[in-house]
């Protein structure tokens, strides 16, 4: 099955930029989709579609994919910016659907 | 908008059946497939399986087949994840999800707890 690796955890400065990556083989290939999840809550759909944010999530959040590697970048970093942070892709094996192991953003 | 509200927690014996629903609203049911994932405490999310609450039919994962059964009941726009043989590893909080374009899970129920304790 398709297995995708993040760091188990990032830090950063407010107002720095963060990159939580994603590595998987090939990943370039896929659609890669970014979740955020505070504390206590449900997970929310931050990117899609590599780059593509939904409606209400702000701009300081982007993402790329190329390679092996998919990324995720939140630009000048908030407090309220820390959470875990998952990726996820469908694949075309038995467990169509595959989520990395998520990465505990923390604001310094 | 968008609701998936989740039926409450559940304390479940070694052994013991859990069936948890999700009930949609804000859009319509069967035009969008729904997703079943659960998260361990402190740990990670996991994947369980799809169902098409238009046909019904369901997809699951490897690890939960033959102990996990999804429906839906089209008249309430509910779905429901029965899980068998619980044991303690089971614990979890446990999320309906609807999907969305690309495969991503774009709405997410507020979770259920389910605690397998002797």
């Known amino acids: 099955s398709y297995v995708l690796t993040q760091p188990p955890s990032v830090s950063v400065a407010p107002g720095k930029t963060a990159r939580i990556t994603c590595g998987g083989n090939?990943?370039?290939?896929?659609?890669v989709h970014w979740y955020q999840q505070k504390p206590g809550q449900a997970p929310v759909l931050v990117i899609y579609?590599?780059?593509d944010r939904p409606s209400g999530i702000p701009e300081r959040f982007s993402g790329s994919n190329s390679g092996n590697t998919a990324t995720l970048t939140i630009s000048r970093v908030e407090a309220g910016d820390e959470a875990d942070y998952y990726c996820?892709?469908?694949?075309?094996?038995?467990?169509?659907?595959?989520f990395g192991g998520g990465t505990k953003l923390t604001v310094l | 908008q968008v609701q998936l509200v989740q039926s409450g927690a559940e304390v479940k014996k070694p052994g013991a059946s859990v069936k948890v629903s999700c009930k949609a609203s804000?859009?319509?049911?069967?035009?969008?497939?729904m997703h079943w994932v659960r998260q361990a405490p402190g740990q990670g999310l996991e994947w369980m399986g799809i169902i098409n609450p238009s046909g019904g039919s369901t997809s699951y994962a490897q690890k939960f087949q033959g102990r996990v059964t999804m429906t839906r009941d089209t008249s309430t726009s509910t779905v429901y994840m029965e899980l068998s043989s619980l044991r303690s590893e089971d614990t979890a909080v446990y999320y309906c999800a609807r999907e969305g374009m690309g495969g991503n899970l774009a709405g997410w129920g507020q979770g259920t707890l389910v605690t397998v304790s002797s």
């Open positions: 996820q892709v469908w694949d075309s094996s038995s467990d169509p659907v595959v």
């Open positions: 804000g859009y319509t049911f069967t035009s969008y497939y």
């Open positions: 579609y590599d780059s």
């Open positions: 090939n990943i370039g290939s896929k659609s």
